[in-house]
């Protein structure tokens, strides 16, 4: 039995391209995985630990290889509880829409909380990074109102999986697949309706075999 950790990142809910994409996905995954846990982490209804202060000294004490104070030590329980949360899971999937060309702050949150050393980053002898987070797919379905295709002008502006794929592969994801919904709103509410409906067709498709 696997766990399947369900990110959704758009405050929109059912009016979201991405979720939509994502909730299809599930729907055919738990009809092909009826054994499978799956745990669903709204980053907008999560009230994730603010990551400044000691928190972040508390980091940066780890790097030094340096001892925690109580109060450090404190603060870090709480980034520690996202990060085992995140690596208890076998498989993921991220619901993410493109927001001014990159990703959603909460997202951008709860990234900054969860890329940490010796948790999901650590070094070689070399001093080389190494990703500690391995043998694990991930799912990005990503939505964006324009249109961003790879070879194109308009590719250059697209942070959104640029990003996701770069920063999972540094703590250590090599199996990441992407389904992307565009344009959402370029095109007009029909194309909308048509991309959605190839998305969520898509999704099931490839929850077949993940």
Request: with cysteine; charged share 25%.
């Amino acid at each position: 039995m696997s766990k399947l950790l369900y990110l959704k990142c758009s405050p929109r809910k059912e009016r979201s391209y991405s979720n939509a994409a994502a909730d299809a996905f599930i729907a055919s995954y738990k009809e092909k995985n009826p054994k499978d846990e799956i745990e669903t982490l709204n980053l907008f209804e999560r009230e994730l630990p603010r990551f400044d202060g000691l928190a972040l000294q508390a980091k940066y004490t780890i790097m030094y290889g340096e001892k925690h104070t109580d109060e450090e030590l404190t603060a870090w329980r709480a980034v520690e509880t996202i990060i085992n949360e995140f690596k208890s899971a076998d498989k993921y999937l991220f619901s993410v829409p493109m927001w001014n060309f990159l990703i959603p702050y909460q997202l951008k949150h709860y990234i900054d909380i969860l890329v940490q050393p010796t948790y999901t980053f650590g070094f070689t002898e070399k001093g080389a990074y190494m990703g500690l987070v391995t043998g694990k797919p991930a799912l990005l379905i990503c939505s964006r109102g324009g249109e961003y295709p790879e070879g194109s002008e308009a590719e250059v502006f697209d942070f959104q999986t640029k990003y996701l794929k770069t920063i999972l592969g540094f703590i250590g994801f090599t199996d990441i697949k992407s389904l992307i919904v565009e344009p959402t709103l370029a095109g007009g509410p029909d194309t909308a309706k048509e991309k959605q409906e190839a998305a969520i067709h898509r999704a099931k498709e490839i929850a077949g075999s993940f």
